[in-house]
């Protein structure tokens, strides 16, 4: 440790001195207090003794210590201040160090930044170069996309409408199916009708020939004449005729039997037998309408419900008792 200065010293001593004055001041001030006369005398002793005893330690005080004291002070005092001047030092040296790699470090980081400020403005670059051509295939991009969506709800339109449509063709296809099942059960009733005609036909010609054989033989024999006059249709015929016109009673006989005939009874039998014709052709039409209506009713053969199918129905049904009278007549004389 470094020794003290004769500044430090001599102010140490000075304290040391005064501390018995002030010490002897504050107990006389208590105790051994005078009046204002007896202390006059004292105060200039006591300061006229302070100023020599400083006097005294200032020229103590510059006294020189002794040389070689004073070089081992000078020596340690160096000595301090050197280890100060190294600790000193090594501190700065590491601060330096520190900075020194902070700098290599940011040096480092600004070279890093440089490339990338270089890096971003060639992208800026190139995205203003490119900007026109994105603004403009953004433009396309937006006319494509309305486009598409247009068609897309024309698609939707289309396929609302082609599912309209199917399901208005099932349907027709199956009323065409309805209609084509009525058809052929329609034409397979035409065709049984047909037969049925083609039959009747056929029934017609077979009592042509037989009524003109049994004309044959009832002019040839007179037993089958006797039989022919007792025939109960014959009877119920002539009874009708005789009731309807007396006049004309022996016409079918002198037809039959080869008598004479004169003009005016051929002419009342032609006049009867067309109010015959037109009685029966008016019942015929009755018939065709009572017919056509039962046709109508019926759900599969209301399509046939025309003139000719009609006609050929009305005339079976007018033709058919006839034909079964005429066979019932036949078996009865054969």
């Not at 030092?89 to 040096?107: G, P, Y």
């Not at 037993?223 to 009874?239: A, I, T």
């Amino acid at each position: 440790m470094a020794s003290p200065s004769p500044a430090d010293r001599t102010l140490i001593l000075l304290s040391l001195l005064l501390l018995p004055f002030n010490l002897f001041s504050i107990f006389y001030r208590t105790h051994l207090r005078p009046t204002g006369r007896q202390a006059r005398p004292i105060r200039p002793a006591i300061l006229s003794g302070l100023l020599i005893s400083l006097s005294t330690i200032l020229v103590l005080s510059e006294v020189d210590p002794p040389p070689a004291t004073r070089a081992f002070g000078i020596l340690e005092d160096m000595k301090l201040r050197v280890v100060e001047l190294e600790s000193l030092l090594d501190e700065k040296t590491k601060v330096l160090n520190f900075k020194i790699l902070q700098l290599e470090q940011s040096m480092k980081m600004t070279g890093e930044m440089d490339k990338k400020i270089e890096s971003l403005q060639k992208i800026i670059n190139d995205a203003k170069v490119s900007h026109v051509w994105f603004s403009s295939s953004v433009e396309k991009i937006k006319a494509i996309d309305n486009e598409v969506q247009q068609l897309w709800d024309d698609s939707r339109g289309n396929n609302i409408n082609i599912h309209a449509l199917e399901s208005k063709t099932n349907a027709a296809e199956k009323v065409v199916e309805a209609i084509v099942s009525k058809v052929e059960k329609m034409e397979s009733i035409v065709n049984e009708q047909w037969i049925q005609i083609q039959q009747l036909e056929q029934s017609l010609q077979l009592t042509k020939v037989m009524t003109s054989r049994v004309n044959k033989k009832s002019l040839s024999t007179p037993h089958r004449k006797s039989k022919f006059k007792e025939c109960p249709v014959l009877k119920l015929r002539k009874g009708v005729s005789r009731y309807a016109h007396s006049e004309i009673v022996g016409l079918p006989d002198s037809f039959f039997l080869g008598g004479t005939i004169s003009r005016s009874s051929l002419r009342k039998a032609m006049n009867q037998f067309q109010r015959l014709m037109l009685a029966a052709q008016n019942k015929h039409h009755e018939l065709q309408y009572s017919v056509k209506q039962a046709m109508e009713r019926n759900e599969y053969a209301a399509p046939l419900a025309n003139k000719e199918v009609v006609f050929f129905v009305a005339s079976a049904f007018a033709i058919l008792p006839c034909m079964m009278a005429w066979f019932m007549y036949s078996a009865y004389f054969n």
